[in-house]
């Protein structure tokens, strides 16, 4: 199946398979370039990375986000607050410089466009980070720190993202 | 150095180097930072049962699964390697509404009072941790990200959308840590 590389703001049609489906990052393939499948272990360095700060940073302890929640605590705000300057301030300087990746292919962003799912999902994603301490990134962090039984939190995760998937057409979009 | 690594990173540490992941993986790949889209590549791999929405080349995709399995190895090294095993630290208001709910061990990352094996079969267990990880699920991939995809990634790009998105999580956790966990911790 091929996806469209383009995003057509002005596609009125409401509720059309693609506008649907560009709705997420991913489908819009971005890369042209074919790689060994090892190229991809450079992302599980970067995970790697990403699962010791998200540890270390404790924003995958239930207790932080609670605190969060209560306003008992800027930890968290700070956390999100500094990393949304620093990859703002990045992006800025990728489009400035026109920096390239690694592979020499022109980096690309591809808007999100609006519709209800971010309010009505959003709201349902909020009560789950709330009840579970942990949104995605994390789930997978607690089940390697240790917390095996994340592993049911995240198989019900998995399941959530299956049921909306089979529903996704009789829901408001 | 290492004794500094094994104590919990403060916020403008571990803040700044969590925004370091947007252009890393655009340097690496031309790839938009995100977690929850892995959930979907699993179902695309495992459960596809015919739905149109699973219906895609997750290959070109597996990218993300290989990251995730990254964050959770990352995780164990963190969790073994660089733990000082001290119990989190947490506003004593929050320390004091826990301990009437019976939640007192703050040895661990999650509240080991709450979430266990044995836990799982009572009501407060199985609200929390399925059907919370449910909601996770369902209402990141309905949203079309999570705090990763929308809130760092989004807003970073200066996406309307991920704004609207960011404020509704927040919306949503706030009712319910607030106004309907206390119940359910009750139970």
Same mark, same amino acid.
């Given at each position: ?33 074919? @790689? /060994?499948?090892?190229? =991809? ?5 970067? &995970?790697? #990375? !990403? $699962?010791?700060?998200?540890v ?39 489009k ?13 962003? @591809? /808007?999100?466009?609006? =519709? ?5 999902? &959003?709201? #349902? !994603? $909020? ?28 198989g ?18 | ?6 104590h ?91 301990s009437?709910?019976?939640v ?30 449910f ?27 991920s ?25």
């Amino acid at each position: 199946m091929s996806e469209p590389n383009t995003i057509k703001p002005f596609l009125k049609e409401m509720n059309t398979d693609f506008e649907v489906r560009s709705l997420d990052t991913m489908c819009v393939n971005k890369s042209e370039l074919q @790689h /060994p499948s090892w190229y =991809n272990l450079k992302y599980l360095v970067a &995970g790697i #990375l !990403f $699962g010791i700060i998200l540890v270390k940073s404790e924003v995958v302890s239930w207790f932080r986000i609670q605190e969060m929640f209560r306003f008992q605590s800027f930890h968290m705000y700070g956390v999100i607050g500094s990393a949304i300057v620093v990859g703002f301030i990045s992006i800025q300087l990728i489009k400035k410089f026109r920096i390239k990746s690694i592979h020499g292919e022109p980096i690309e962003l @591809h /808007p999100k466009p609006f =519709n209800k799912g971010q309010v009505i999902g &959003g709201l #349902l !994603f $909020g009560f789950g980070w709330a009840l579970t301490g942990a949104c995605p990134g994390p789930l997978y962090a607690l089940v390697g720190s240790g917390a095996l039984v994340i592993i049911v939190a995240l198989g019900s995760a998995v399941a959530g993202t299956w049921v909306y998937g089979l529903l996704r057409d009789r829901l408001p979009h | 150095m290492l004794e500094w690594l094994r104590h919990p990173w403060p916020w403008y540490i571990s803040g700044p180097l969590i925004g370091l992941m947007v252009p890393l993986l655009l340097l690496l790949g031309n790839k938009s930072f995100g977690i929850s889209s892995s959930l979907r590549h699993v179902c695309a791999v495992c459960f596809p049962s015919k739905i149109p929405f699973f219906q895609y080349e997750w290959k070109k995709e597996i990218w993300n699964l290989f990251f995730v399995a990254g964050i959770m190895g990352g995780a164990f090294l963190a969790a073994y390697f660089l733990s000082d095993s001290q119990p989190v630290q947490v506003n004593p208001k929050l320390a004091h509404e826990l301990s009437q709910y019976g939640v007192t061990n703050y040895n661990s990352l999650v509240p080991t009072d709450l979430f266990s094996w044995n836990s799982l079969l009572t009501a407060k267990g199985f609200i929390l941790i399925v059907v919370g990880g449910f909601l996770v699920g369902f209402g990141t991939r309905y949203a079309g990200g999570c705090t990763s995809g929308h809130s760092i990634m989004g807003i970073s790009s200066l996406q309307m959308s991920s704004i609207v998105a960011t404020v509704c999580f927040m919306i949503g956790g706030l009712i319910m840590a607030n106004f309907i966990l206390p119940y359910i911790l009750q139970l």
